[in-house]
């Protein structure tokens, strides 16, 4: 266990049951009242931003995770395969740990996995991806006055928003959280 001068930003510790990492961490020593220390924090399991107030030298669970880049091989039910590149020892990591962006990752992709005590506890895709356009409805030409957005299958199956020049066999950039349209790939 540590304490409330072992904090700082980027640090993993367990509030509430759930697991969380920093944001923000302040000491502040308000007039005549007790110091105290203030943290910003992410809730890893839901991605929500949550305040709290400790007292200081107030003791704190502090989780010691480690970050490894793997590659993901396929999908095998509820888990994906993912192999370290250095030690080609395989994991099996929950599909859940990647949220919605499951829908644009392919195999061969690297990918962020973070680990406590030998468990996967949350995982993020590449924040980039390059997929090639499988479908899409022609565009109706004369709109151009303003940013006409249409839908289109990507090779992965997901179904995204592109602006209406995209056709079938265009290689499009998509942010992985936002599942939003960055641009064309030049080749």
Not at 8 to 26: A, H, K, L, P
Request: aromatic residues 8%; charged residues 25%.
């Amino acid at each position: 266990m540590a304490t409330t001068s072992d904090i700082s930003i980027g640090t993993y510790i367990r509030f509430n049951d759930d697991i969380c990492q920093m944001v923000e961490w302040q000491h502040r020593t308000p007039g005549n009242l007790r110091a105290f220390y203030q943290g910003r924090m992410r809730n890893l399991r839901t991605g929500k931003l949550n305040e709290h107030r400790w007292r200081s030298g107030e003791v704190i669970e502090v989780l010691r995770v480690e970050i490894h880049e793997l590659q993901y091989l396929y999908r095998e039910g509820d888990n994906l395969v993912c192999m370290d590149p250095t030690s080609f020892e395989q994991f099996h990591i929950p599909v859940e740990l990647f949220g919605d962006a499951i829908g644009l990752m392919k195999e061969e992709m690297t990918v962020q996995v973070g680990f406590e005590s030998d468990m996967p506890i949350f995982a993020s895709p590449p924040k980039v991806v390059e997929l090639e356009v499988t479908y899409t409805e022609t565009a109706v030409k004369g709109d151009t006055s303003n940013k006409v957005m249409k839908a289109a299958t990507v090779e992965t199956g997901a179904e995204i928003q592109v602006p209406s020049f995209v056709e079938i066999g265009t290689v499009v950039r998509i942010d992985t959280e936002t599942r939003a349209y960055m641009d064309r790939v030049k080749k």
